[in-house]
C-alpha cells in the first residue's frame, strides 16, 4: 500500500521486539495479496514492521513469526481482517478530485434526476473503497445541491469499504474541522451540526440517510443487484497488483448501467481500454459504451 505506507503519514519506525526478516515479509504481504489484492512492495518494508509492531504489542506477542503462524490459521480471519485493516491507506478527503465532481453535476446527475423525477426506475451510485466517508458524503451533498429532497426519493449511494475499523468512523460521520475544510460553506451550513466547541462536525440525517455503509471486499463476491449510474472507484487501485486491477474491469463494466459511468483515482487508468467495454469521458473518467 503506497499511501497509507508512505513516511509522510508519520509512522513510529522505533521497534520494540525484532525486526521484520525478509523471509517473514514476504509471507505478510502473501497474505495481503491473497485477502485483500494489496501489492506491497519491498521498499515499505519499514513501514509494514513498524505498523506490524503496534499490532504485536496490543496481542502480547514479541515475534513476527508467531505472529504469522496465528494470522495464518484458516479459522483466525478475524485477525486477517486486523492485518488488512492495519496495512491500508485510508487518507480521503471532501470533494478530493473536485473535476470528478463538476462531470457528476453536469453529466451523471441530469440521467439520474431525470429517473428520479419520472419515479420511474430506482437510482444507485457507488463508493467502492469509501474510506471514512469523505467521498459518499460528497456524493450525497451534490444530489442534494441540485435536489433538496433527494433523500426521500429512490437515490441510495451505496459506500464499502474492507476496512471495518473505518468503515465505522465513516458511518458516525463525525469529522474534524481541518477535515471539512474542504466542504464549501453553504454545504457545510446545510450538512452538518457543529460540536459546541467547533473542534468536530457530525453529519446531518438527511446526508446520512442517502448513504449505505457495507463492509465488502472488492475481490470477493458482490452481493448486490441492481446496477449503478455511477461508480467512484478511486485511489483504491493503485494498491492491487496488475492481475487483481486487471480482474475488476469487466465487474465494473457488469455492475453499470448501459452508459454508466467509473470514476478512478488521479494516477488509475483501465488498462488495456481497447476490449474493455469502456471509453473515456475525461481525466480519470470512463463510460460503458
Ligand atoms: C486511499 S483510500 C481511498 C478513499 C476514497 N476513495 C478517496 O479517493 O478519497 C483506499 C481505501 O481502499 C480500501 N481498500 C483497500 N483494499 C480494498 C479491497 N480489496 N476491497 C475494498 N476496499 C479496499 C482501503 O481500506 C481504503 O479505505
Redesign the pocket.
Known sequence: ?T??LDPMVGDNLELAGSALSDHDFRLITRIALD????AIPQTKKALVQSRLSRRLRALGIGEFAEYIALVSLPENREERREL??VL??????FF??RHHFDHFSQTVWPRIAAKLGNRTAPARIW??????G??PYSIAMECLRAMPDAASRDLLILA????PV?LQRAAEGRYTQAEVSGIPERDLRTHFTPAPDKTSYSANDTLRRLVRFRE????SAWPMRGQFEAI?????LI??DED?QRRLWPRFHDALVPGGFLFL?HSERIHPLEGSGFTSAGVTIYRKS
Not at 88 to 93: D, K
Not at 127 to 132: L, Y
Open positions: 500500500m499511501e497509507r485477502e485483500a489484492g494489496l488488512v485493516s491500508t491507506t485510508n487518507v480521503s478527503s478530493r478530485e463508493s467502492a473503497g469509501c474510506s471514512s469523505q467521498e464499502s469499504d474492507i476496512d473505518i465488502l471486499n472488492l475481490h467512484f472507484c478511486r485511489n483504491v494498491y492491487f487483481h483515482g
